[in-house]
């Protein structure tokens, strides 16, 4: 069976999931009441476990201190509303070490790229060109150290902000997801079912997942295509971040 890599920085999820029925007598603010916890890996860890529910073997590469580093969400636990986000220690993912893993032990790597400091652009020219299939779903504006991925997804709000610095070499790699509209390879609009959406969190770490095992699988990058759609549908009718 072929094995995958993920390359990027990691959190931890945690998300409250209360009720608010009045409003705090100091101040103009709902008074939140906490009646379930869930916690788990975000960011690239999310990515990791998306891939181990595909039950394909997986290895990981992020910074070690992700336990540390939260994101907070606050709930309501019947209309799943969030209140707020509290963002923790989010300025301390430390640096990806080259010399951590070996990348020819691979099939395919994923870079789950948040664009918080874990990866430079040097560090991503450097993943692209030295393995033959890689897949990248980043943050970051894309340019000239990006021409060398296999597959770039990114999501429609990125697509605007980086459409400028788009050649026609990273255009050909460039799948674009468009939320309930599906996404777009190559000029093709790949359609998802209208379902009813209870969280996004993490839909995109799924989508780049469910691509990568399946083009493992397969080589056909439609049917990946495909494949990474439906598992990110279901994935959005859950709340919290979710494997399919």
Known sequence: MRKILVIG?????VFHYG???????EAPVPVFKSCNLIENGGMAMNVYNNVVSMNCPV???TNNNWNTI???RFVDIRTNHMFMRLDENDDSYLSFNRQSVDLNNYDAVIVSDYNKGFLTEDDLHYISVSHPLTFLDTKKLL???SENFGFIK???TEFERTKSTISNKIKNSLIVTQGPDG?????????VPPVEVKDTSGAGDTFISA??????????????????NECATRVVQKKGVATP
């Open 211 to 228: 691509l990568c095992v399946k083009f493992c699988e397969t080589g056909n990058i439609q049917e990946s295509i495909k494949f990474a």
């Open 183 to 191: 996404c777009v390879y190559k000029g093709t609009t790949y359609k």
């Open 143 to 145: 340019g000239a150290w």
């Open 19 to 25: 009720t608010c029925e009045r409003l705090c007598p």
């Open 154 to 156: 990114i999501n429609k």
């Open 59 to 61: 290895d990981l590469n």
């Open 70 to 72: 939260r994101k907070t």
């Open 9 to 13: 920085e990691s959190c931890k999820d």
